[in-house]
Nanobody
Framework: VQFVESGGGLVQPGESLRLSCAAS????????MYWFRQAPGKERELVAS????????YYADSVKGRFTISRDNAKNTVYLLMNTLKPEDTAVYYC???????WGQGTQVTVSS
């Protein structure tokens, strides 16, 4: 199993990014999927999750109303749309499922003016 996260970058506060998580040797449609992030010096934290059908989602309070998780099972990909980004969103973002698979490299998101 391999997860490849992409779409990160350097943006200014208030801007948006869409992260992608492409999976190989793994069928995204068969599992709930999760986005995590890890900021420097902090533990990895759960940001959002989506059920197998996409009908149920969860968001951490810190991102609720700004981030949207979605999935495209045909593309075997999960997305995280991040709007109104804040400096405190700066972190490396990862995707995974349960039971946990090997972590990918993540994608760096930096929000700074």
């Amino acid at each position: 199993v391999q997860f490849v996260e992409s779409g990160g970058g350097l943006v200014q506060p208030g801007e948006s990014l869409r992260l992608s998580c492409a999976a190989s040797r793994f069928t995204v449609s068969s599992y709930a999927m999760y986005w995590f992030r890890q900021a420097p010096g902090k533990e990895r934290e759960l940001v959002a999750s989506i059920s197998i059908t996409g009908g149920t989602t969860y968001y951490a309070d810190s991102v609720k109303g700004r981030f949207t998780i979605s999935r495209d099972n045909a593309k075997n990909t999960v997305y995280l749309l991040m709007n109104t980004l804040k400096p405190e969103d700066t972190a490396v973002y990862y995707c995974n499922t349960t039971p946990w698979r090997p972590w990918g490299q993540g994608t760096q998101v930096t929000v700074s003016s």
